[in-house]
Every structure is written in C-alpha cells, then in structure tokens.
C-alpha cells in the first residue's frame, strides 16, 4: 500500500502527463488558430487593398496587421512556455529551478500580450495611421492580467523555495 505522499506524487505527476499530452495537442491547433488568419490577413491586405491599405500603402498596412495580432501571438506564446512545467512535473520535479523559470517566462508573455492589447498596439496602430485609437477594456482583458500576474508570482516563490532547499541542501552536505 502506497503512503499517502507517494500517492499524492503519483497523482500529480499522472496529472501533469496528462496536461503535457493535451498541450502538445492544444498548442498546435492554437497556433493555427492564430497563425492562419494571420497569414490570410497579410496576404489579403498585401494582394487585394481595402480603401484604407491603399491610403497607407501595403508594406505598413501589413505592419498594422501583424501588431494587431502580436497580444495573440504573445497569449500562445505564455501557454508554450508552460508545456516544461509540465515536463518537469511529470518526472517529479515539482521545485526545479526550470519549472520556475518557465512559470515566470509563462507569466512575462501573458503580461507582454495584455499591455499589447491594452496599450501597445492600439496606440501604434493609431500612429501608423490606422484607426483612431480607441479605448476598450474587455473583461478578458483583465483575466489575462489576473493570469499573467498570477503566474508571475508562482514563478517567484517556486524559485525562491528551490532555492532555499539547495541552500539547506548545500548546508547538510
């Protein structure tokens, strides 16, 4: 019979295989998600001008879409960098100084894509000559705050509790 910190750990790292698994999945089709209009985009807005690509010419109305789509790129670059956390998880690294660092690096893109959608890339596309920039606040817009700050903060206290226990590690030995 397996104790109860045994099972508990089993369970964890079953769980994080199984969220690897799913994300090596999910990752694909939320990069075609994005990526392909993304593509139809730029070739439309490169091959066939609207009245306002025309205006601007189509080398900067393909730069206004490509920002426009940057805080979607940058949300699915957040959900890749979490995948090592799973990978460490599932082989029992739960205090590892790499699945630290990927919730930090997880939680720096989440919050990179919300000030791009929030700031960054209204205000450019306005300056370019786009659309007036106009103020909206979705309420995605602030879970994909909660989320990055959130994830930022784990990152933090599961580096610094990596390395306290190297520290009292390195103490013993």
């Known amino acids: 019979m397996m104790s109860d910190e045994t099972l508990l750990v089993t369970t964890a790292r079953n769980q994080a295989g ?3 698994s799913l994300s090596e ?8 998600a994005i990526c392909l209009p993304l593509i139809g985009d730029v070739y439309l807005t490169a091959t066939d001008p609207a009245p306002w690509t025309s205006e601007l010419g189509a080398p900067l109305a393909v730069v206004i879409k490509l920002i426009g789509y940057a805080p979607a ?7 890749v ?3 090592a956390v799973f990978v460490e998880y599932q082989a029992g690294r739960f205090l590892s100084a790499r699945a630290s660092k990927a919730f930090k690096r997880a939680g720096l893109f989440a919050l990179a894509a919300f000030l791009l959608e929030i700031f960054i890339a209204p205000i450019a596309i306005s300056l370019l000559g786009g659309p007036a920039f106009n103020w909206r606040f979705d309420p995605l817009d602030i879970a994909l705050m909660a989320f990055s700050i959130f994830v930022l903060m784990i990152g ?3 580096e610094a509790v990596a390395a306290s226990l190297k520290a009292e590690n390195d103490e013993i030995v």
């Open 18 to 20: 199984q969220m690897r």
């Open 25 to 32: 999945v999910l990752i694909p089709l939320l990069l075609a």
């Open 73 to 79: 790129l940058c949300a699915a670059a957040a959900v």
């Open 81 to 83: 960098a979490l995948r």
């Open 156 to 158: 933090g206290v599961l």
